[in-house]
């Protein structure tokens, strides 16, 4: 479910030019035969050589390291070890984004709204306004904080930059059954912990109230939960703290304390477990493909998905 920010302290093969006239296409293994050629050719390597010769030791070693390339298993993760930002300033950095951009533009936003406008209670439009104006001030400052502490050679948009592997991944495909994913064990923890707690309301009433006042709170409300907030914490979360996380530690680790930072900052104890799953999810998507888009569009449609589900309730 979303959790609101009103009522709750809320991813070269050496080319063969020298060969290509002459050999088919190689395999990624050597016969015997030419691997007994090539280990008398080392043997003998004392002995002065031909250019013939020459030739064919470069042959036999790009072809021995074509194959110990090929025998390496593939990882599930695709994350650079190579990260824009220090290993050193990633806890600083995300200490300064909490209490000076998240906890101040998402918990304190309204009564400074409020308090402009002389108003002690805001009207359903107004807050949704408000609130569309809160997380895209946060996402905009965010963006420059991370720009700002990013090593000097990675350009704005570089930091969203994909590797060869991550090209290879089918982001679509995993963004499609991570959300089929999700939806499953929500609803699985939901029942669970309807069971072992007290059944509370699902939907959020304030929420609710934005939705149906007027078409612009429901554009508010479209643009902030599928698009703004899952772009900042995607950004926040899966690409900076995940991605600054995995190059120091095993990436499953990784998940784990980026979901669990991911669930504290929404500041709502009854749904930390929901949260913490969520996170999970969207960061085993974003490990595999190495493609923020994966993530991004997994935590788009399940917001888009509550939404409409609190719209009909």
Known sequence: MIINHLNQPFNYFPTFS??????????????????????????????????????????????????????????????????????????????????????PLSFGWFSVVAEILQQPNLDPQTEAVSLFLAQSLEFTATLILLKYTAKPQYQCMNLFKTN?????????????????????????????LDGVLEPKVASNPILKEMLVSSDISKAACALVYCIITPLLEETVYRCFLLRSLSSTMKWQHAILISSAIFSLAHLSGENFLQLFIIGCVL????????????????????????LVITYLE
Not at 165 to 172: F, H, I
């Open 164 to 192: 060869e592997l991550s090209d290879e991944r089918n982001w679509l495909l995993s963004s499609t059954m991570g959300l089929a994913f999700l939806f499953s064990l929500v609803v699985l923890t939901s029942f669970f």
């Open 18 to 103: 020298t060969l290509t006239s002459t050999f088919t296409p190689l395999n990624l293994s050597l016969s015997s035969s030419t691997a007994l050629l090539c280990l008398s050719n080392s043997n003998n390597s004392s002995k002065p050589t031909s250019l013939a010769s020459f030739k064919f030791k470069r042959f036999c070693a790009e072809n021995d390291n074509i194959h110990q390339s090929s025998s390496q298993p593939q990882t599930f993760s695709v994350l650079s070890l190579d990260t824009p930002w220090d290993s050193g300033t990633v806890w600083s950095t995300m200490a300064f984004y909490m209490f000076t951009l998240h906890v």
């Open 283 to 306: 960061g085993w998507s974003y490990c595999w493909t190495g493609n923020l888009c994966s993530s991004f569009l997994i935590h788009s449609f399940y917001n888009a998905m509550t």
